[in-house]
């Protein structure tokens, strides 16, 4: 086999796991946790990194992903650490309106070794500011909403 055959024969092995893997993650019932992102990239790189098929875990009902088997073993030993706080719901609309929406994970922040992902790009900034009412405010809805669907809202608001 000459050695361009060799290559192609590679990257089409390398394409066909590729697909095959995001693909049993497709064919699974449960959710992509915080749309596909890596969640201990937030904490190593400082950034919000998509994650990739071949590195993935299913943890607390949903599938996360991650960039690397090293990242995917770190949040294996300590999955309460790397989580997103409320599941990847919008922490500033829990913590608000009392709100169960999905979260943007572009737009996030670390307080006190916790993730907590927003909605909205000024979402971090407003966190920052008072930080503890936020987090109190949100635990408080969330317990509120209990199992009711994303989507829903507290009924008073």
Same mark, same amino acid.
């Given at each position: ?55 993935? !875990? ?7 992903? !991650?960039?690397?088997?090293? +990242? ?5 030993? =300590? ?42 790009? !000024? ?6 500011? =008072? ?9 408080? +809805? ?16």
């Amino acid at each position: 086999m000459s050695r361009q055959n060799c290559l192609t024969l590679a990257s089409l092995l390398t394409a066909i796991s590729i697909v095959s893997a995001g693909a049993r993650a497709a064919d699974t019932d449960k959710p992509m946790a915080i749309k596909g992102y890596d969640p201990v990239a937030y904490f190593t790189l400082s950034k919000p990194m998509h994650g990739d098929s071949r590195y993935q !875990f299913e943890w607390d009902g949903s599938i996360y992903r !991650f960039i690397s088997a090293k +990242h995917r073993e770190m949040f294996k030993g =300590d999955p309460n650490r790397y989580a997103p706080r409320y599941r990847g719901l919008c922490a500033m609309g829990l913590a608000a309106k009392g709100y169960k929406v999905v979260a943007d994970p572009r737009n996030w922040i670390i307080h006190e070794g916790r993730l907590y992902i927003t909605q909205r790009a !000024f979402g971090p900034a407003a966190f920052r500011k =008072d930080p503890r009412r936020w987090v109190n405010n949100a635990r408080a +809805h969330l317990a509120a909403l209990g199992d009711a669907p994303i989507g829903s809202s507290l009924s008073w608001w």
